[in-house]
């Protein structure tokens, strides 16, 4: 009686763990086709391997939004008022929520996409705006001076 119950048990983890490696390479191989699309070097022109995450040039501010120590990488952007600011999201390294990308006070709301990863505005107005994902876990200052 208590061996047949050990065996059930037994049986019973060895399905749990093979459910559990079945889900890890389902969701390992949909991550692999769905960030096939974007490249760390290719995100930013320019970019030197995703190093270099804000660019200004002339008008245009390109920023290429990574990870870094759990929060959005930069979580600083400093732009000039009247300058035209282009934030490309890193979805290979935006998990989660904070794909879901938000600038409360100017009205921004975007989520990046493997094939839809850049959202684009008009820094028209100086101050200090708040950047976060949907859920507040990562976030940031825009800084328009
Ligand atoms: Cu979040």
């Known amino acids: 009686m208590g061996d047949e119950i050990n065996i059930n048990k037994k049986t019973l983890y060895k399905s749990l763990v093979f459910i559990a490696v079945l889900i890890f390479l389902i969701v390992a191989f949909i991550n692999i086709f769905?960030?096939?699309?974007?490249?760390?070097?290719?995100?930013?022109?320019?970019g030197s391997a995703g190093l270099n995450r804000v660019i200004e040039d002339g008008n245009m501010v390109t920023v290429n939004l990574?990870?870094?120590?759990?929060?959005?990488?930069?979580?600083?952007?400093?732009?000039?008022?009247?300058?035209?600011v282009k934030?490309?999201?890193?979805?290979?390294?935006?998990q989660?929520?904070?794909?879901?990308?938000?600038?409360?006070?100017?009205?921004i709301s975007k989520l990046f996409r493997s094939n839809d990863n850049t959202v684009e505005f008009t820094a028209d107005q100086k101050g200090k705006f708040k950047f976060s994902c949907s859920m507040g876990m990562g976030s940031g200052l825009l800084i328009v001076e």
């Open 66 to 84: 990574g990870v870094a120590n759990y929060n959005y990488d930069p979580n600083t952007i400093k732009v000039k008022l009247g300058q035209k």
């Open 96 to 107: 989660g929520c904070l794909k879901a990308f938000l600038i409360p006070d100017l009205g």
């Open 87 to 94: 934030i490309i999201g890193n979805v290979n390294q935006l």
């Open 34 to 46: 769905t960030g096939a699309a974007a490249n760390d070097t290719e995100l930013v022109k320019g």
